[in-house]
């Protein structure tokens, strides 16, 4: 069977929340960094969630990968845009990444407000 991006993002939601609960400063602190990091400027938070998304292909991160769709989804990201970040990160990345762009891809199709309509 394969792995399922809402089922991974949702486990480790619930992770997460025992670390928000146990270690409050810590995650406090990275929130924070977080919401600074994607806040608008020169780049919008969309631009920069893709900048994320394509860090977390190279970096073969399952968790990251959903959270980020997901995110771009909220967004109102275009499936172009995704698949031209995930382009760049296969030529930066090699085969490693396109194997994780696939994932992506797969993620953004089990996540779209489409397949949960069908």
Not at 29 to 55: C, S
Not at 56 to 69: E, P, S
Request: hydrophobic residues 45%; contains cysteine; proline residues 3%.
């Amino acid at each position: 069977m394969s792995k399922s991006f809402v089922q991974i993002t949702t486990d480790v939601s619930k992770a997460l929340a025992s670390l928000r609960k146990e270690t409050p400063e810590t995650m406090q602190g990275f929130n924070a960094m977080a919401k600074g990091a994607l806040q608008d400027g020169a780049l919008t938070e969309l631009h920069k969630e893709l900048v994320a998304l394509a860090i977390a292909v190279t970096q073969r991160c399952d968790a990251c990968v959903g959270f980020h769709v997901k995110a771009l989804l909220r967004l109102g990201a275009s499936r172009e845009q995704m698949m031209e970040t995930l382009a760049v990160c296969t030529y930066m990345g090699g085969g490693p990444a396109l194997m994780y762009a696939a994932e992506a891809v797969r993620a953004w199709e089990e996540m779209s407000p489409k397949a949960a309509a069908a």
